[in-house]
Nanobody, 126 residues
Framework: QVQLVESGGGSVQAGGSLRLSCRTS????????VAWFRQAPGKEREGVAA???????HYTDSVKGRFTISGDVAKNTLYLKMNNLKPEDTAMYFC????????????????????WGQGTQVTVSS
């Protein structure tokens, strides 16, 4: 079973930056699609960004130009660099992975992934 462990969350003021990390138990690009999701209190879990084994990236519209997803194969780690953070980015952030297909139009659906981390909290104050 794939294990995913997130870190890097915290509290920042609006306009600040954070870099989330997701340590994996296997090679990042052995997985076909790895992604970051977030869930705010009372809201559904939403896809934030994804990257596949060809390094093709996907982003939800609200984070385009502010967030960057990347992977370090040597460190077996997935990253999410978040700049110009806004209060609406406040949420628990999760990394997720699948091992059966590349990222496609379903990348933002929770059902597209079989393995999940426990999450790391991001709080942005105005």
């Amino acid at each position: 079973q794939v294990q995913l462990v997130e870190s890097g969350g915290g509290s920042v003021q609006a306009g600040g930056s954070l870099r989330l990390s997701c340590r994996t138990s296997g090679y990042v690009y052995n997985w076909y699609c790895v992604a970051w999701f977030r869930q705010a209190p009372g809201k559904e879990r939403e896809g934030v960004a994804a990257i596949d084994n060809l390094a093709t990236t996907h982003y939800t519209d609200s984070v385009k130009g502010r967030f960057t997803i990347s992977g370090d194969v040597a460190k077996n780690t997935l990253y999410l660099k978040m700049n110009n953070l806004k209060p609406e980015d406040t949420a628990m952030y999760f990394c997720a992975a699948n091992t059966w297909r590349a990222c496609d139009s379903t990348w933002a659906r929770t059902t597209a992934y079989g393995d999940w981390g426990q999450g790391t909290q991001v709080t942005v104050s105005s």
